[in-house]
């Protein structure tokens, strides 16, 4: 398994116009997340997947962002009419999400950077 | 609400050590997480504590105390390549990590 690959890396986008990430999760993981980090911050969540059931999206989710995960395996993040404060790293991780790994530790693929002009 | 709070930034010589504190106040607690952070990467997992105490892994140690809402990470035999960024995270129910801002750590020679 490679990990949580995201795709694309980086995307620049003028103001108002669509775009979307994917994110392909390790592939025994049930458990999906998207983040959004920005510079010299933490991660902030934004929404989780359990299999293909979308369980909470936080707050910072405006209508302009949806996302989903149809089949239960890979999710797509969409963010529709692009401000200049959507400019952000976003971040997808998966976990296992079962009670035999306690822990249940997300592992993190190495991001979508946005820019918006 | 949750508010997790780290230092901005620590600097260390190679070869010390280095601890990182956090202090967390969350609505609810079900483990405690470190992450490393290296610029323009994807963050990687370091330690988990759920249970008061010392959890050691290599250079690498964190402890835990719940009563005091209270972890530190301690970097020992610093190398140049732990210069990084360490996030605390806290997991106040079964699935969501909540992150502090992260504490840049520069290691010089």
């Known amino acids: 398994d490679t990990g949580v690959s995201q795709d694309p890396r980086h995307k620049i986008t003028k103001r108002g116009q669509n775009v979307t990430f994917r994110c392909d999760p390790i592939?025994?993981?049930?458990?999906l997340y998207w983040y959004r980090q920005t510079l010299g911050q933490g991660p902030e969540f934004l929404t989780y997947?359990?299999?293909?059931?979308?369980?909470?999206k936080s707050r910072l989710l405006s209508d302009r962002f949806s996302a989903e995960r149809p089949k239960g395996s890979f999710s797509t993040l969409e963010i529709q009419r692009t401000e200049q404060g959507d400019s952000a790293m976003y971040l997808c991780?998966?976990?296992?999400?079962?009670?035999?790994?306690?822990?249940?530790?997300?592992?993190f693929g190495a991001g979508s950077r946005l820019t918006v002009l | 609400g949750q508010n997790i709070d780290q230092p901005t930034e620590m600097t260390a010589t190679e070869g010390a050590i280095v601890q990182i504190n956090c202090t967390y106040q969350?609505?609810?607690?079900?483990?405690l997480f470190w992450y490393q952070q290296h610029a323009g990467e994807a963050p990687t997992f370091l330690s988990y504590?759920?249970?008061?105490g010392l959890e050691e892994k290599g250079r690498f140690s964190s402890f835990l105390s719940r009563s005091k809402g209270y972890s530190y990470l301690l970097l020992k035999e610093l190398q140049m390549k732990d210069s990084a960024s360490y996030l605390c995270?806290?997991?106040?129910?079964?699935?969501?990590?909540?992150f502090g801002a992260g504490t840049t750590v520069t290691v010089r020679a």
């Open positions: 991780a998966s976990s296992r999400g079962d009670r035999i790994s306690g822990a249940n530790v997300l592992t």
């Open positions: 592939s025994e993981h049930n458990r």
């Open positions: 997947f359990q299999n293909e059931a979308q369980l909470e």
């Open positions: 969350t609505s609810g607690f079900n483990g």
């Open positions: 504590n759920v249970l008061d």
């Open positions: 995270a806290v997991r106040a129910n079964d699935y969501k990590l909540s």
